[in-house]
């Protein structure tokens, strides 16, 4: 059931001490960069001063734009010759930020990921289609590195081409996915379209979702489309990939590995920290990395802390799903609004397909939220009234989660536009 058990379920008194010693090591190494060495000095730290989560919490947060302006080298710890690989954000607008890793950080992100694998039942007898892309993006060689190390027979097919995939998933009998979620509502039409029953036709036993916002619901249609247990799966670029907390069997929250990163969950306008089940954004510091140490990242990423005992009995503390980015929200008519809280909504109504959009307007100096729909084709055959009630069902239960009534339409499947990658749920048209 644990890949290090003594890790994994490790006493909490003991698991601080550990992260003392990674926190002190850390700070060495964060003072040999040219970004960190310079706060110190401006603020007068010596790496001894830090020997807490505390004493850390005197210095401020490291955000996105600190590590774009630190582009290239600025964060670097070691000599480039230690460097063995690097991986880039995904962001497609201005300057990249870069992570470093030399060997050492590779194998024990890959040991992370491994402990994750495990311990949701993936084993050496698996097989493990990775459908996530491959470069820089740390979703495919991430999850894949942590795979082969469990043992598993691994397949590098990235993401896209589902045709292939489903041959794939055929040919090998593939037991175990990585897959964005909603690449896996797709798929489920494809594989359909072909013919085929996810569920009855393919050996998926378990999936890892996980690289964008989805919600409970969401999880649910994917286990209920492919007949198999999705977990979710938490992570980002800055803080390696996959791996950063992950779902145990419980799904009850994911466990954010504390052996390798300090946590924090903080108030996004205030920086002061939040009450358990309080929901902040996720500020992560690096313990267990040498090539470029992170102090104090702020994550932009929503979440709560979870703090009743986790029944698998590890002991890493639990947070609760993504409830979305502090900058994915928007606002309409002064409301603010998670997209997440319209896919939840919408993935609970048994009618509604796989895909959705939120477009935003401007009419007349007023905003205009318009929530397209796709639902299931065998609908579109049916009588038009009862299309109408449909409609007016989502629309009065979009109204009543986001207290601001949207216009819905409903489309035939297979109409909205879908992207290879992270899904992209709103498009702002909305001119200031
Ligand atoms: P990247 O660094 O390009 O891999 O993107 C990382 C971002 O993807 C995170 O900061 C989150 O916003 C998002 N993300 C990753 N995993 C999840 C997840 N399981 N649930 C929600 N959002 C996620
Ligand atoms: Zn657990």
């Known amino acids: 059931m644990y890949w290090e058990k003594d890790l994994e379920i490790m006493p909490r008194e003991e698991l601080v001490k550990l992260q003392r010693e990674r926190l002190h090591k850390t700070i060495l190494q964060a ?28 210095l401020p947060f490291t955000t996105k734009e600190d590590l774009r302006q630190g582009f290239p080298f600025k964060f670097l710890a070691v000599p480039l010759e230690e460097v063995v690989r690097l991986h880039s954000s995904s962001g497609t607008t ?37 459908m996530m892309s491959y470069g820089l993006f740390t979703g495919g060689l991430g999850m894949h590195y942590g795979a082969e190390r469990l043992g598993a027979l691994t397949i590098p097919i990235g993401a896209g081409n589902s045709k292939r995939q489903i041959w794939f998933l055929q040919f090998f009998k593939t037991t175990a996915a990585h897959i964005l979620p909603s690449y896996a509502l797709l798929l489920a039409n494809l594989i ?107 994550t932009r990423d929503l979440a709560s802390f979870i703090d009743e005992p986790c029944p698998c009995g590890r002991t890493h503390r639990r947070i609760s799903r993504i409830q979305g980015r502090s900058d994915d929200m928007f606002i309409v008519r002064g409301v603010n609004i998670f997209p997440i809280q319209v896919e ?62 949207p216009e819905v339409s409903l489309v035939e499947p297979g109409t909205l536009p879908t992207q290879e990658g992270k899904a992209q749920r709103v498009l702002d048209q909305r001119k200031f």
């Open 192 to 298: 359909k379209s072909e013919g085929l029953d996810p569920k009855k036709d393919l050996n998926l036993r378990i999936m890892l979702i996980g690289a964008e916002p989805h919600s409970e619901e969401t999880r649910q249609r994917i286990e209920e489309l492919y007949g198999a247990k999705a977990y979710n799966s938490y992570g980002l670029s800055e803080m390696n990939g996959p791996g950063v907390a992950f779902e145990c069997p419980y799904q009850n929250g994911m466990h954010l590995w504390e052996d390798y990163y300090l946590l924090e969950i903080v108030n996004p306008q205030t920086g002061e920290p939040c009450a358990s089940g309080e929901v902040g954004e996720i500020v992560l510091t690096t313990i267990y990395r040498d090539a470029t140490p992170i102090l104090r990242y702020r």
């Open 31 to 58: 003072a040999k960069t040219p970004f960190y060495r310079k706060q110190f000095a401006k603020l007068h730290i010596t790496p001894e001063s830090i020997q807490t989560l505390e004493d850390l919490q005197n």
């Open 94 to 130: 201005g300057v990249p930020t870069v992570i470093y890793h030399s060997a050492e950080d590779l194998d024990r992100w890959t040991n992370q990921v491994a402990r994750c694998l495990y311990m949701v039942g993936v084993r050496k007898t698996d097989v493990f289609q990775n």
């Open 344 to 405: 939840k909504v919408l993935m609970g109504i048994p009618e509604v397909g796989t895909n959705y959009r939120i477009v935003l307007e401007r009419e007349d100096y007023r905003d205009v939220m318009r929530v397209e729909v796709e639902i299931k084709s065998e609908l579109f055959l049916g009588d038009l009234q009862k299309l109408e009630r449909l409609r007016e069902r989502i629309q009065s239960e979009l109204r009543s989660e986001i207290l601001v009534t």
